[in-house]
């Protein structure tokens, strides 16, 4: 459901600390704020926006950071996933047609992935203050490389 409010700003944090792995997915961040006026932002005119319905426009930072199975080895685990981490900026429209019970969310997402994301450091800066294990193979991460999504038209159905 979208938020009442014409404009807001939600956080999202999750960690793997809370079921003590560090399985594939280590942590994410998402930062996100919603404005009736990034509708005038030029890169708005890209996003697919339906007629009708109630819209609101939002931006959002997004850090995700991913892992192999065993973070204390400091050799590349091949056939496992590799260190990873990205940081990508989003630009998105909801656009809600709660009458009919369906929402279409159009996004455009740009960013990098690698070492430029900052994964390394901060997921072992963060081990450091939970007293965890450190993590080893950073080195190994995925190089630089520029990450762009399109997401031009998510559906999104509510049975209840």
Known sequence: RMFPAEKYFRINYDNDYFTATDYYYTQGINLEVVNPAYDKFFLSKLLYVEKGGNRQYGIALEHNGYTPITISSSEIQYGDRPFAAAVMLRLFVMN?????RYRITSALT??????????????????????????????????????LITNFSELTFCLL
């Open 96 to 100: 809600d047609h709660s009458e009919h």
């Open 110 to 147: 740009m960013g990098v992935i690698g070492p430029a994301a900052g994964g390394g450091d901060m997921q072992k800066e963060i081990h450091k203050w939970i007293h965890a294990t450190i993590p080893q193979g950073w080195q190994h991460q995925i190089s630089n490389d520029v990450v």
